[in-house]
């Protein structure tokens, strides 16, 4: 069995929201070096640690989807595949 084609999709939109955050931490960079309020580089690292987040709470889905997938494809017990999840929550979190 292949992976669902949604991988590629959501590989494309993992790639884009990381270029948004490495566009942010550079802004980030920019107000330091410009000697900016605290408050305002404060502000845009909250933004950009919120963004980068999302993006790993995205890839730990992707992990446990893929572990599913496995799952269905290798005819292993829906047990094995909560201890390889929770495995993986334990790992990552």
């Not at 566009?23 to 845009?44: F, P, S």
Request: hydrophobic share 35%; with cysteine; glycine share 4%.
């Amino acid at each position: 069995m292949s992976k669902p084609s949604s991988h590629a999709a959501s590989r494309d939109s993992m790639l884009k929201r990381l270029a948004r955050v490495e566009g942010q931490i550079r802004g980030v960079q920019r107000l330091i070096k410009e000697d900016t309020d605290c408050e305002k580089v404060a502000q845009q690292m909250t933004a950009a640690r919120r963004a980068l987040e999302k993006a790993y709470h995205e890839m730990v889905g992707c992990l446990i989807e893929d572990e599913i997938f496995d799952q269905k494809a290798n005819a292993t017990s829906t047990a094995e595949a909560m201890t390889n999840i929770r495995s993986i929550m334990n790992k990552y979190s």
